[in-house]
């Protein structure tokens, strides 16, 4: 089943395949009309996204973001959608964000030297592209290094939480990220929850997260199945969520993935989340199309 909506999406801004141009047009011709670009903690792909919208007089282009955070042993990801990604304070904490992990994957090239196993920045960066440089391209550097045969190995041997090359990040904690979020005038939601179900203490996570201002949780993701769904459905109307959703589609294939639009969100908890917006004045940061 088709959705006329998908609210999570990645591009190569982040950590996904296509462009935001490409990334509009496959969900337009799949049958979206409502989409959002939620990149992992980065903004700068919304422009394009917003001039290949207008060329479809029916589309509405929500932006979002997609924003990491820790929790003991987890990690938790929050999508901000209607923010206001203009706000120069707002932009400010993602540059420091950006340049923390930069820094970190300086200090891990800098150990894998002292063990002996050298790769060089430059191709960190390569292979990170325009996306945020973090443990799975210094893991591809190892490879193309011929240090270890795989990015699980590089993982086992070098990067992993005990690895000897690891650096832990700085830790940013949901509820800061939330009113971050909200402070811009987002709406936050939190994303695919079935880790944190698997892991325990997600109804005291929502309760606290509830309080920080989560106004959203993914019910329908990727491939989560009827029951889960359903779980997850059951879970947002006792905290008094709306339950949105996405595809987090990032164009790298795999089992999980889904085309965008291929969920079975309904549009009804979409438009409760344009109403939402339009009650805090953040409608018109999206475009939005007259037929919606
Ligand atoms: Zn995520
Ligand atoms: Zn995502």
Redesign the pocket.
């Known amino acids: 089943m088709v959705s006329r909506a998908d609210l999570h999406c990645h591009s190569t801004f982040s950590d996904g395949r296509l462009t935001p141009t490409e990334l509009v047009d496959l969900a337009y011709h799949n049958g979206v009309r409502i989409l959002s670009l939620t990149d ?1 903690d980065i903004v700068d792909g919304l422009p394009e996204a917003f001039e290949a919208a207008e060329r479809y007089a029916d589309f509405t282009l929500i932006p979002g973001i ?1 924003m ?1 955070t820790d929790v003991p042993g987890n990690e938790v ?1 929050i999508l901000g959608h209607f923010i206001d990604w203009h706000n120069p304070a707002f932009l400010d904490r993602l540059s420091h964000l950006q340049e923390s992990r930069l820094n970190r994957a300086r200090l891990m090239v800098e150990k894998l030297q002292q063990l002996n196993k050298p790769v060089s920045w430059e191709r960190v960066q390569f292979f990170a592209g325009e996306g945020a440089v973090g443990r799975p391209h210094i893991a591809l550097a190892l490879m193309e290094a011929r240090h270890v045969s795989s990015v699980n190995e590089a993982f086992d041997l070098y990067l992993s939480r005990n690895g000897p090359a690891y650096v832990p990040r700085d830790r940013l904690g949901p509820e800061e990220v939330i009113s971050l979020l909200v402070d811009v005038g987002g709406m936050a939601t939190l ?2 929850p079935r880790e944190l179900l698997a892991a325990g203490g997600l109804e005291n996570l929502l309760e606290s997260l509830r309080a920080a201002g989560l106004t959203g949780i993914e019910v329908y993701y990727q491939d989560y199945l009827p029951e889960e769904i359903d779980t997850f459905r059951d879970l947002a109307s006792r905290y008094g969520l709306i339950p949105l959703g996405g595809s ?1 589609y990032h164009g790298l294939g795999g089992p999980q993935q889904r085309e965008p639009g291929d969920i079975p969100l309904p549009i009804e908890p979409v438009q409760k989340l344009l109403a939402l917006a339009e009650e805090r004045g953040a409608l018109d940061r999206a475009r939005i199309a007259h037929s919606r």
């Open positions: 992992h997609e990491s990801h994303a695919h987090d």
